[in-house]
């Protein structure tokens, strides 16, 4: 990437998180490729209760991005893909962010900075499952350096997509 990349901050994410993260998804274009609506509330109190035990546990999970101003924009980092189909066992890295803070470079510096925090965690690689219509998160896959592994048709959404691998 030519550009500098923005500060970030990469911080486990709190209760409070499960409102910033429902506020800047609760948007149709962010979740175009992840089930294509709106989640409740719910799910995000849930998902930052798992993230918490994650790291707590592995000393990784998807941590809440905040931009230079202490802003929540979206998250980024990286569990166990969750799935019985898939790289079952493997390490996803994964980011969402608000739409109002796409084309910026977030997404690509957080998952920079996720992976040297896996990579001083001795993590041996990752993949990312990505839409094959997600150009956005295609380019960052790139810009990480990560290989196209295999294509896909996810079981729910019966959608092509992309399996890419990094070793780290």
Not at 71 to 88: L, N, R, Y
């Amino acid at each position: 990437m030519n550009r500098a990349l923005p500060a970030v901050q990469l911080r486990v994410p709190t209760d409070e998180d499960a409102f910033a993260w429902h506020r800047a998804f609760d948007d149709p274009e962010v979740m175009e490729f992840h089930g294509g609506s709106s989640a409740e509330l719910s799910v995000y109190e849930e998902l930052t209760a798992r993230q918490r035990r994650h790291d707590a546990e592995r000393g990784f999970c998807l941590w809440s991005v905040l931009d230079d101003s202490g802003d929540v924009v979206g998250f980024t980092g990286a569990q166990p893909w969750p799935h019985e189909w898939g790289p079952s066992g493997e390490i996803e890295i994964g980011w969402r962010l608000g739409r109002a803070h796409w084309g910026r470079g977030y997404a690509s510096a957080a998952a920079e900075a996720t992976l040297e925090r896996l990579r001083a965690l001795e993590v041996p690689h990752v993949v990312a499952m990505v839409d094959a219509r997600n150009e956005r998160s295609i380019a960052v896959t790139r810009r990480l350096g990560m290989r196209l592994a295999e294509t896909f048709v996810t079981p729910s959404s019966e959608r092509e997509g992309h399996c890419y691998r990094l070793d780290l």
